[in-house]
């Protein structure tokens, strides 16, 4: 979801965002490749990935619908989460954590 915006990343970036090491990043990375999802530029020593288009964006957002969500188990992920679902969202849940303390 970090290159739905069609910005191209860094592995190393893409790593930290999916918490995975920089080798599992770069091995899926390799196979979404392959599989034209992705495409890769090079810049001095870094790779800069990005999608292959606004239709692999479409079918991601399609996917992430059907997928069971994910606990939150951290403030990095709740910070994450929140951002994905918008100001709004964010708003509600921290005013929802706060009245639990």
């Given at each position: 979801?970090?290159?739905?915006?069609?910005?191209?990343?860094?592995?190393?970036?893409?790593?930290?965002?999916?918490?995975?090491?920089?080798?599992?990043?770069?091995?899926?990375?390799?196979?979404?490749?392959?599989?034209?999802?992705?495409?890769?530029?090079?810049?001095?020593?870094?790779?800069?990935?990005?999608?292959?288009?606004?239709?692999?964006?479409?079918?991601l957002?399609?996917?992430?619908?059907?997928?069971?969500?994910?606990?939150?188990?951290?403030?990095?992920?709740?910070t994450?989460?929140?951002?994905?679902?918008?100001?709004?969202?964010?708003?509600?849940?921290?005013?929802?954590?706060?009245?639990?303390?």
């Amino acid at each position: 979801m970090a290159l739905a915006d069609g910005r191209a990343l860094p592995a190393s970036v893409l790593a930290d965002e999916a918490g995975v090491s920089a080798p599992a990043a770069s091995a899926h990375l390799a196979k979404l490749r392959e599989g034209g999802l992705v495409s890769m530029e090079k810049s001095g020593r870094h790779r800069y990935y990005r999608l292959t288009g606004p239709q692999v964006a479409t079918a991601l957002e399609a996917l992430t619908a059907l997928a069971p969500p994910r606990p939150v188990r951290s403030l990095r992920a709740h910070t994450r989460a929140a951002a994905l679902r918008g100001p709004a969202a964010a708003t509600t849940i921290s005013r929802a954590i706060w009245a639990c303390r």
